[in-house]
């Protein structure tokens, strides 16, 4: 008898499937493709800044060591503006250690036209929006 209920839920299953077939793989990932680069969302939707690197966590060397290497990467890739997330220091023993790092390296690097605390939508006192010089070198125009 049981198996009687099960070969009807079957039939009816294979009719719902051939009335809707399930898309193909290859559609399914196209269309995942489409989403993740759909520009029609509003602007404040989207990142306003091209690229961003958050150094919560890190020690004082590692987190001066990619700072540098993010600089570098984002000037030979062209960018002009970044965001360097650092946090505001509430959680540090003494006082703020990575606000002061990131201040610190970005006065010495030579890529660096200025840089200011982000806007407070970006992180405010916690996250620092850096311009970048365009490096002729990578980036010939």
Known sequence: MADHKNS???EAMERWLAAFPPPP?????KQKREDETDTTKPLRVR??????????GFTRE??????????RNSVRGGLRKILVIHGRG??????AVLPTLVRSELEQNP?????????PSDGGEGATQVFLRRDRLWNRR
């Open 47 to 56: 990142r306003r800044f091209p690229d961003r690197i958050d150094l919560h």
């Open 62 to 71: 590692d987190a001066a060591r990619r700072l540098r290497d993010f600089v």
């Open 8 to 10: 009807g839920a079957n």
């Open 111 to 119: 890529h660096v036209v200025d840089f200011g605390a982000a806007p």
């Open 90 to 95: 509430l959680n540090s023993p003494g006082a």
């Open 25 to 29: 793989a290859a559609e399914l990932e």
